[in-house]
C-alpha cells in the first residue's frame, strides 16, 4: 500500500506527497495537526490539510521572514513573531548579534509542543534565554504593547480560521503602534500566481498605515503557488539602504539567503508590479 | 465525475490539475501528446505526461529563456532555437527589433502542428516571415551549421526520451561551434530543488566549453521543483555588462522580465551557488 497526501487548492490544484511514515494527527483546540514524513521534503507539519513546513525546504521562507526585515533594520534589539509555533523563524532571528528579546506569539501551544517532538530542527532555538514564548491570540497581544520592538514579524497560515484578522488593515494599525518609532515589521502574503486577491489588498492595507511598503518573493516549492510573497511596512528603514555587510556576515550561516537576495528579492516581475500598483 | 491530470515525479511527488475539457491525445513518432484545458492555468500541453506549457503561466519560461540571452548579445540578428515546437520563445525572440532570422528545430513536427491548432497565443508567431522551422533532429542539426548564429537557446523536454543528448559535453560543443565568435547560448536547465544531480554535471560540461558560464533562475509554477534554472554559456558578453535600456524598452511588452529580472536573475541563493561551485 502506497500512502499519499494530498493538499488540495479551491478543488482545482492537488498537490500530492507519497509518505514513509504517519507519525502523529490530532484535533487541536484551534486546528487538524498532523506530521508525516515524506519521501521527497522530509518531516512535514501539516494545519487543516495544508502544508506548513517541511524539513527540507523549510529554510526558504524562515530565513526570508526573518533576515531580510533585521538587515533592513540597522540594529534590532527586541523583536516579535506573530505565529511561527514550528519556531523556524526564531531560530533565524537569534543568529542575528544583537537581538536581546524574541518573543513568540503563537495561538495554539499544540503547535510548539508538537514542533519540539517532531521538528527539533527547526525548534531548537525555542528554549534558548533570548527567547520568550506566549501562547495567545497575536492580534490581541499586540493590542496590548505600545512602542516595544523593533521588528515584528507575521509568520502566519493562510489568512483562514485563525489568521484571518491578521490580514486586516486593523491589525496592521495594531503592528505598527506596537512598533517603536524606527520600527518594521514582515508579513508572509501568499503567491501572486494563485492569490492575487489576497496581496492586492493586503499591500494597499499596510500602504495607508506605513509611511515605506515592500513587496519581496522567495520560492517555496511546498507552498502553492511557490512564488512566495512577503509585505513589509517600514516607519523609516528601507530595505535598499541596508548595509549588506550585515548581510554577508549571516550569509555564512544560512541555504538561501545572500545579500545579492536581499537585494533581488524586491525585483518584482511585470505582472506582480502591476498588481501592487493597482488601487 | 472530475478529471484531474496528474504529473508524477519519482513517484515521489504528484501534481495534480482538474481538468473542465479533455482536447486531444495522439502517439507521436516521438512521444505521447495531449491537450486539455485546465481550471487554474488554462489550456496545458503534456508530453509523455510531463507538463510543457499553460497559457496561464507560459510566459515565464519563454520570456526568461528568450529575452535574458537576447539583452545579454548587444545586437543579435540571426537565431535558433532547439526545441521549442509550441513556438513561445520564437514569439519572445521577433519582439526584438534587431532579429533577422530565427530558425526553430523541433524533431516532433506534431508539436507544431497542434500548437498552432490547440494553443495559438503561444504559436502565433511561427508563420512569421523572419522564421523557419525545421522539423529535424536537433543534435545533428547543430553540427551541421558552423558560426551561423548570434544566439541559441535549447527549449528542451526533461532529459529523457529524445531530450537526453541535448545535456551532453558534446552537444554543447556543436552549440559552441555553431555560434559565431561573439555567440551565446542559453538552456533550460531544470529545478535546483529536485534536480541536482542534473545541474551540477551540465553546468560543468557547459563552462568546458564556454570561457563565460552563468546560471539564473525563474519560478515556475507548473515545472516541478518550481525554481528553474537557465543556464548560459557565452562566448565574449557577460550578462551583467547587459545594456538595460534595451531591456526596458522589452519589458514595455512583457509580463515577468524587466532590467531588473535581468539583473536579478542572476542572484542565487547559497544552496544553488554552491551545487554549481563543487566540482
Not at 513568540?104 to 532555538?125: F, H, Q
Not at 528601507?238 to 550569509?251: F, M, Q, T, Y
Request: proline content about 6%.
Amino acid at each position: 500500500m502506497e500512502l499519499w497526501f494530498t493538499e488540495y487548492q479551491n478543488n482545482k490544484l492537488a498537490y500530492g506527497y507519497k509518505i514513509s511514515k504517519h507519525l502523529h494527527s490530532e484535533q487541536t483546540k484551534f486546528q487538524r495537526l498532523d506530521v508525516v514524513d515524506t519521501e521527497q521534503f522530509g518531516r512535514m507539519l501539516i494545519l487543516d490539510g495544508i502544508v506548513m513546513t517541511t524539513i527540507e525546504d523549510e529554510f526558504v521562507y524562515h530565513e526570508m521572514i526573518s533576515h531580510v526585515p533585521l538587515i533592513t533594520h540597522p540594529n534590532p534589539k527586541k523583536v516579535a513573531v506573530i505565529g511561527g509555533g514550528d519556531g523556524g523563524a526564531i531560530r533565524e532571528i537569534i543568529k542575528h548579534p544583537s537581538i536581546e528579546e524574541a518573543h513568540l506569539i503563537e495561538i495554539d501551544g499544540r503547535v510548539i509542543e508538537n514542533s519540539k517532538k517532531y521538528l527539533p530542527e527547526i525548534a531548537c532555538a525555542l528554549d534558548d534565554p533570548k527567547v520568550t514564548i506566549f501562547v495567545e491570540d497575536g492580534i490581541e497581544f499586540i493590542k496590548k504593547n505600545k512602542n516595544t520592538y523593533d521588528v515584528i514579524m507575521v509568520d502566519s497560515t493562510d489568512p483562514i480560521g485563525p489568521a484571518v484578522g491578521l490580514f486586516k488593515k486593523e491589525f496592521y494599525q495594531s503592528v505598527y503602534d506596537a512598533l517603536k518609532e524606527d520600527g518594521l515589521f514582515v508579513a508572509q502574503t501568499e503567491s501572486p500566481f494563485l492569490n492575487k486577491d489576497i496581496i492586492k489588498p493586503t499591500y494597499q492595507a499596510i500602504s495607508e498605515v506605513f509611511p515605506i511598503t515592500r513587496l519581496y518573493l522567495a520560492t517555496i516549492p511546498t507552498y502553492p503557488g511557490f512564488l512566495w510573497s512577503f509585505s513589509m511596512g517600514s516607519k523609516k528603514y528601507k530595505p535598499e539602504d541596508a548595509d549588506l555587510s550585515r548581510a554577508e556576515a549571516i550569509a555564512s550561516d544560512t541555504k538561501y539567503y545572500n545579500p545579492e537576495i536581499h537585494r533581488s528579492a524586491f525585483a518584482l516581475p511585470n505582472f506582480v508590479r502591476d498588481l501592487i500598483a493597482q488601487k
